[in-house]
């Protein structure tokens, strides 16, 4: 679990030790987060034990094909016991294994307007995601310069 720190800018970067581009470097992904935000609720809230994901903005688990929802098959049914915080209790390794990040990207709905009922048309979140070492330049210098 990681969380973003205003006064700590940072990337994360998921690599691969053991896949190297052409200059012998690791490759990976690099992802760069957008708007965030941290919970403004109580831990013991019923709404916050179902939503356990919102407590950190990066959460990391082995790839499972029975964990594909950060709040659980049923949130709306939940007692907080299924989702990312109950599957990170065990601790399991991400070493060497096909991993899931989960990237919880948020904001606060401080003064809602007429105009976001009932969905909000006009907030948009957006991160970036993009190749780490992969290749021996940028690859774009190569591209033609007429189509």
Known sequence: MMD?????????????????????YATGYEIMPGAAAASLLDPED???RVGAFSTHQLWVTPYRPDELYAAGVYPTASKGNDGLAAWTQ????????????????GFYHIMPRAEDWPVMPVMWHEFVIRPYDFFSQNPVL???SAP
Do not use: C, K
């Open 4 to 24: 973003i720190h205003l006064d700590r800018p940072a990337m994360w970067i998921f690599e691969n030790s053991n896949v190297r581009g052409p200059l012998g």
């Open 46 to 48: 019923g709404a916050q």
């Open 90 to 105: 065990a601790n399991r390794p991400i070493d060497n294994t096909d991993i899931v990040a989960w990237y919880t990207m």
């Open 142 to 144: 190569t591209l033609p």
